[in-house]
């Protein structure tokens, strides 16, 4: 006998298969079934709603949980201005391979070629931005899109999947059964004669250096990349968003990272190395015509997708399989350890030491202004290995990506392919539910938090332990300090006029402003030690920022 459902139960039903915990939107006619049967019906194992202030918002907590898990997000929004509001959090995911599935509400399919309310073409509108857009015309097929759209956004590279519904689908009657689940794919290793060249070259190479990239902070991929590293002893840069992959005991092997001004000590050794290896390694991160320029030497491209071949990328070597499997099966191509000559090794040594250096904090002149190394060491101290750190674009995101150390993968969360200013408060938002016993961090600029900073409303519901320091300076200031670099003089870029610690409060958060009653050091003793969310106010010393796009290394030094 076959059991009639909605479409909306059918989907509801396909997303429990599929183990999704959470579905965050803003609710609207075009969904109000789908949010109806999660949030009134008692239905078993049915994901927690989140309803929160602004849908792209809820696109970047979405891809968050993506980033994070590996699995998809969902987040479900109604039609019209709910489905455009999706755009910015998509294309953020899909730049940055953050596996999301989508659902936007459509007016019904007896509308869709009229003037009617709300009604634009959700597919063809954000179709550039994902990669699936597809409206569904049957409820029948809501199941096995959602399954496939699951499957596409989770499949390297990961990215978003969107799924147009027209009302009378989602409130339709259906009458197949559910997709269950979807299964891994698997990827294999390359060839074994691909694998000997693989070691040969990096044998042979005087100074070989890996530039490890955001697939290969996934888990897996970054357990074994440093199981290699104990058995070939040599340098390694990340890129910001693959942040965490050195772990404490390989910190002699890290050399920074990598992601915006060639001015780093990273992309000092990227161009002095004889053989470079990039390892689920990704453009947009850090374009290659920035790391590869004027440099000699090789390029060993290993990667879960084929790379991206420019007149500045044109790997030597391209290996494309399953990233730890395949750095296991190198393991093996050395049958003891290797360790680099005697002359490189004394080389990155200094290299090593000068780089410690640049985390120090000057001694200030101004109690009124907290400096950014300031802010960064006084947070290090607070912080374990397990605790989330959210950063938004801005100035404050340069120095984060810099200085601030992390020893495990996907704790420390930068946007570094779009760039997209207020994604540091939903992140956190989606960090803090998925680690309910952990405090969480998120940073970002005055200017950035606004971007956001409704969602404070969101922390508060549900009581969540997020720590959000607003380093403050009154301005748009990664865009003002590179403007005055350029023309003199920056316009356009002033902002500012609000207490943070006051508009914290208005939410029902913490607010505490570092000034004469607070210095750094006790407003984080005081946020850490807080139940809830918290916002932290800090005037901010950006006297040294112009020189963030400077050449800050001596080229002779090394």
Do not use: C
């Not at 300031?374 to 959210?390: A, G, H, M, Y």
């Not at 309910?436 to 409303?457: C, H, I, N, T």
Request: hydrophobic fraction near 40%; proline fraction near 4%; aromatic fraction near 6%.
């Amino acid at each position: 006998m076959t059991v009639k459902k909605s479409g909306a139960e059918a989907l509801l039903e396909t997303m429990i298969n599929h183990k999704i915990k959470y579905v965050f939107g803003l609710p609207g006619a075009k969904v109000d079934k789908l949010f109806d049967i999660i949030e009134n019906k008692n239905i078993k194992n049915a994901p927690k709603l989140i309803v929160t202030r602004h849908e792209q918002n809820a696109a970047f907590m979405a891809g968050a949980i993506g980033r994070i898990t590996g699995n998809p997000g969902v987040v479900a929004v109604t039609s019209g201005p709910g489905v455009a509001n999706l755009a910015t959090g998509l294309v953020t995911a899909t730049s940055e391979g953050d596996p999301i599935v989508a659902i936007g509400g459509q007016v019904t399919r007896d509308d869709l070629v009229r003037r009617s309310h709300q009604s634009i073409a959700n597919r063809e509108l954000l179709s550039p931005v994902t990669k699936m857009s597809a409206e569904v015309e049957d409820a029948n097929n809501l199941s096995e899109t959602f399954a496939n759209a699951y499957q596409i956004a989770k499949a390297p590279k990961g990215g978003a999947s969107f799924i147009s519904i027209p009302q009378d689908v989602m409130d339709g009657v259906v009458t197949r059964k559910n997709i269950t689940s979807v299964q891994e794919v698997a990827q294999g290793i390359p060839a074994k004669t691909q694998l000997k060249e693989f070691a040969d070259r990096i044998k042979n190479a005087k100074m070989p250096v890996i530039l490890a990239g955001m697939r290969a902070s996934e888990q897996n991929a970054t357990s074994s990349l440093r199981k290699l590293l104990k058995q070939i002893n040599i340098p390694v840069v990340e890129t910001f968003q693959g942040a965490g992959i050195i772990s404490h005991d390989l910190i002699d092997n890290f050399f920074g990272r990598v992601g915006l001004f060639t001015n780093q000590t990273g992309d000092i050794l990227l161009s002095k190395s004889d053989l470079v290896i990039t390892i689920g390694y990704d453009p947009i991160e850090y374009e290659a015509r920035n790391w590869n320029k004027n440099r000699q030497g090789s390029i060993i491209n290993l990667d879960s997708i084929l790379p991206e071949i420019s007149t500045d990328y044109q790997p030597d070597l391209i290996l494309r399989g399953d990233l730890a499997d395949t750095l296991d099966a190198l393991s093996e191509e050395f049958d003891s350890k290797f360790n680099l000559s005697k002359e490189t090794s004394e080389y990155l040594n200094k290299v090593r030491e000068d780089h410690k250096l640049k985390d120090i904090p000057p001694v200030s002149d101004n109690d009124n202004l907290v400096h950014p190394l300031t802010v960064i060491k006084e947070l290090q101290q607070r912080v374990n290995d397990d605790t989330t750190v959210t950063v938004d674009v801005g100035s404050n995101y340069i120095w984060m990506a810099r200085h601030f150390k992390s020893y495990e993968p996907r704790k420390l969360l930068f946007s570094n392919g779009m760039q997209t200013l207020g994604v540091a408060l939903p992140w956190a938002i989606s960090a803090a539910l998925l680690n309910p016993g952990q405090k969480v961090v998120s940073v970002s600029g005055d200017a950035g938090f606004m971007y956001s900073s409704q969602e404070l409303a969101t922390a508060v519901e549900h009581n969540l332990n997020i720590v959000h320091l607003v380093w403050n300076d009154g301005y748009y200031d990664m865009v003002k300090f590179q403007a005055e670099a350029k023309y003199g003089k920056a316009a356009g870029v002033k902002v500012g006029g609000v207490d943070f610690a006051k508009y914290a409060e208005s939410f029902g958060a913490k607010g505490i402003k570092v000034d004469k009653n607070h210095d750094i050091a006790s407003a984080l003793d005081e946020a850490f030690s807080t139940n809830g969310p918290v916002v932290i106010d800090i005037p901010i010393d950006y006297r040294n920022n112009i020189e963030l796009s400077k050449q800050m290394i001596e080229d002779s030094f090394y």
